[in-house]
């Protein structure tokens, strides 16, 4: 799929927050139940008529900044391999905190369609501390080991962070920086894990941007038909899991029951 195919694509993107990896504190020592447990919530996805995937190390915590180990990136290679041949589907990664070349290596290896960046554009301060612009560099890495084929979706005015060194600039400025400065989508989310996007924000992302519009939190059946005609794409983790926690594991009901909201916007729409 190309990115100007996503525009207007309405693509469901469901989350795998695959189990705490090797090295960290919630590690539980068998590699093979990690890659199993994501491949059999891929399995889910795909049976329910997802037709995206997303995967990311969200039970690493606490995270490093702009960084992760051998242990991680191989780990999240096997798995992303392994999803994308199990399913085929429309699949991107994610490895926290801003560990964006260790992705883009990630997704190059396994096939992948996109990764997720934080920090593209603008520096901020997170949880992990201030995470710096990477553009430059990711991009200039992306060239040179030919992940030509994997977009690169930005997140702007990111959750879980304080902006208020860039607060003179509106989140339609750092929208047009990441455009500017060749982002392939603009991720916006609330101001933390499934928290709702504010939808005067998304609407004025969209009214001033030529590229795809994702919805990064927040995204619930009930929520979606007034984020249907303002977004592109929707990345939905936590209503998608048990008791609608991202820490659960997926569930096949509340699965199918977006996308049946999403059907019901299509007919309308």
């Given at each position: 799929?190309?990115?100007?195919?996503?525009?207007?694509?309405?693509?469901?993107?469901?989350?795998?927050?695959?189990?705490?990896?090797?090295?960290?504190?919630?590690?539980?020592?068998?590699?093979?139940?990690?890659?199993?447990?994501?491949?059999?919530?891929?399995?889910?996805?795909?049976?329910?008529?997802?037709?995206?995937?997303?995967?990311?190390?969200?039970?690493?915590?606490?995270?490093?900044?702009?960084?992760?180990?051998?242990e991680i990136?191989?780990?999240?290679?096997?798995?992303?391999?392994?999803?994308?041949?199990?399913?085929?589907?429309?699949?991107?990664?994610?490895?926290?905190?801003?560990?964006?070349?260790?992705?883009?290596?990630?997704?190059?290896?396994?096939?992948?369609?996109?990764?997720?960046?934080?920090?593209?554009?603008?520096?901020?301060?997170?949880?992990?501390?201030?995470?710096?612009?990477?553009?430059?560099?990711?991009?200039?890495?992306?060239?040179?080991?030919?992940?030509?084929?994997?977009?690169?979706?930005?997140?702007?005015?990111?959750?879980?962070?304080?902006?208020?060194?860039?607060?003179?600039?509106?989140?339609?400025?750092?929208?047009?920086?990441?455009?500017?400065?060749?982002?392939?989508?603009?991720?916006?989310?609330?101001?933390?894990?499934?928290?709702?996007?504010?939808?005067?924000?998304?609407?004025?992302?969209?009214?001033?941007?030529?590229?795809?519009?994702?919805?990064?939190?927040?995204?619930?059946?009930?929520?979606?038909?007034?984020y249907y005609?303002?977004?592109?794409?929707?990345?939905?983790?936590?209503?998608?899991k048990e008791?609608?926690?991202?820490?659960?594991?997926?569930?096949?009901?509340?699965?199918?029951?977006?996308?049946?909201?999403?059907?019901?916007?299509?007919?309308?729409?």
């Open positions: 799929m190309k990115k100007e195919d996503l525009l207007d694509s309405k693509l469901v993107i469901g989350m795998i927050h695959v189990d705490a990896l090797p090295g960290t504190p919630k590690y539980g020592g068998n590699v093979n139940q990690i890659i199993e447990n994501a491949i059999e919530e891929a399995l889910i996805f795909k049976s329910s008529g997802i037709e995206g995937i997303m995967i990311e190390n969200m039970h690493d915590v606490p995270y490093l900044n702009n960084a992760a180990g051998p990136t191989s780990t999240m290679a096997i798995i992303a391999y392994e999803i994308k041949r199990e399913t085929n589907l429309f699949t991107g990664v994610q490895i926290l905190a801003a560990a964006n070349e260790e992705a883009l290596a990630v997704a190059h290896a396994a096939n992948l369609d996109f990764i997720r960046a934080e920090g593209f554009v603008f520096a901020h301060v997170a949880d992990e501390g201030v995470i710096e612009s990477n553009a430059g560099t990711l991009l200039r890495y992306k060239k040179q080991i030919g992940a030509d084929n994997v977009m690169v979706f930005t997140d702007v005015k990111k959750k879980h962070s304080s902006h208020s060194l860039t607060s003179d600039v509106s989140i339609v400025g750092t929208a047009k920086a990441a455009e500017f400065f060749l982002s392939d989508g603009i991720v916006i989310t609330g101001s933390s894990t499934g928290v709702e996007v504010d939808i005067s924000e998304l609407n004025y992302v969209k009214q001033n941007s030529n590229l795809p519009v994702i919805i990064g939190s927040g995204v619930t059946s009930e929520n979606i038909p007034y005609k303002l977004a592109d794409i929707f990345i939905v983790g936590s209503y998608f008791d609608g926690d991202w820490k659960n594991k997926v569930d096949k009901e509340r699965v199918e029951k977006l996308l049946s909201v999403v059907e019901q916007c299509k007919i309308k729409n």
